[in-house]
């Protein structure tokens, strides 16, 4: 198959899928979703994912139709109908179907999976991006589906000809349209820590382990704008894209002054990838 998608058990090619408009995704977004590469027909990091995604929906009261188990046994099933090396997987499950109410019966939800081929690309090619209020709610600790300001910020990179909006809330940097951001300055990597202002990212969580494991100092805490600005390098890292570093903000030239650091966290965690997806 070209592409691959799943909606309660029925399975076919992403357009020819349909969905009720009375499942609460379409009304409310209310529903919460994970992003996994797949290589070699191996989903990267899966069962991490699947446990944020158990616990996300577990804060909103949403009931995923079917056991972890049986979930990542059916997605490890399913990539393998796609004619592709490298992929990406998307799903998400929704409250249910019901009548348009803010108020909701308990009931299972509804399971949405869709698998595109994908490309990596180069991690070591750096990208621009540009500064963005962050106007968003408190809780964007939890992967849900309300995704509009980020959707606005992106398309406010995009209109700029740049690659990634960071988010900034009254003078602090907190994270990417769809990534974590980090810095290095003097041989120390900042992040901001995982309070309800972003999203404790799988590629984020892999990026300390690995600044862990080769003595680089990580300390999470708010960071400002000039120190976004002003830092050696600024580091992106997502599961899509997994790490890349930043060579402009807001059309001004940033970092390149600890690339020996940026390289060996690119290399490591790229090595891990693959090393990952040829078990």
């Known amino acids: 198959m070209n592409n691959l998608g799943y909606y309660n058990g029925i399975i076919g090619l992403i357009e020819e899928i349909s969905v009720p408009i009375t499942?609460?995704?379409?009304?409310?977004g209310d529903g919460v979703y994970e992003a996994v590469l797949c290589r070699n027909n191996i989903p990267y990091l899966l069962s991490v994912h699947l446990e944020r995604f158990y616990?996300?929906?577990?804060?909103?009261?949403?009931?995923?139709?079917?056991?972890?188990?049986?979930?990542?046994?059916?997605?490890?099933?399913?990539?393998?109908?796609?004619?592709?090396?490298?992929?990406?997987?998307?799903?998400?499950?929704?409250?249910?179907?019901?009548?348009?109410?803010?108020?909701?019966?308990?009931?299972?939800?509804?399971?949405?999976?869709?698998?595109?081929?994908?490309?990596?690309?180069?991690?070591?090619?750096?990208?621009?991006?540009?500064?963005?209020?962050?106007?968003?709610?408190g809780m964007c600790n939890i992967k849900t589906l309300n995704l509009l300001p980020s959707v606005l910020a992106a398309q406010y990179a995009k209109n700029k000809g740049c690659d990634e909006a960071i988010f900034v809330r009254e003078g602090i940097v907190t994270e990417g349209s769809h990534c974590n951001v980090s810095i290095i300055k003097n041989g120390l990597i900042i992040t901001h820590p995982t309070d309800?202002?972003?999203?404790?990212?799988?590629?984020?969580?892999?990026?300390?382990?690995c600044a862990n494991k080769h003595g680089i100092a990580v300390c999470e805490r708010r960071y400002s704008v000039n120190e976004l600005l002003e830092a050696d390098e600024v580091v992106l890292t997502s599961s899509g894209k997994i790490i890349r570093g930043v060579e402009s903000i807001n059309g001004i030239q940033i970092g390149n002054r600890a690339n020996n650091i940026l390289a060996l966290l690119q290399n490591e965690l790229y090595e891990d990838y693959l090393k990952y997806t040829d078990r």
């Open 55 to 137: 616990r996300n929906c577990g804060k909103l009261d949403i009931q995923i139709p079917m056991e972890r188990e049986e979930l990542e046994l059916l997605i490890k099933e399913l990539v393998k109908k796609v004619d592709a090396n490298e992929k990406f997987i998307y799903f998400h499950v929704s409250r249910g179907s019901a009548l348009r109410s803010h108020t909701y019966e308990q009931g299972k939800g509804n399971l949405c999976i869709m698998i595109t081929p994908f490309s990596l690309g180069n991690i070591h090619e750096k990208v621009c991006a540009v500064t963005y209020e962050d106007n968003r709610y």
């Open 23 to 28: 499942d609460r995704a379409f009304y409310f």
């Open 196 to 209: 309800c202002h972003i999203l404790p990212g799988v590629a984020r969580a892999e990026l300390i382990k």
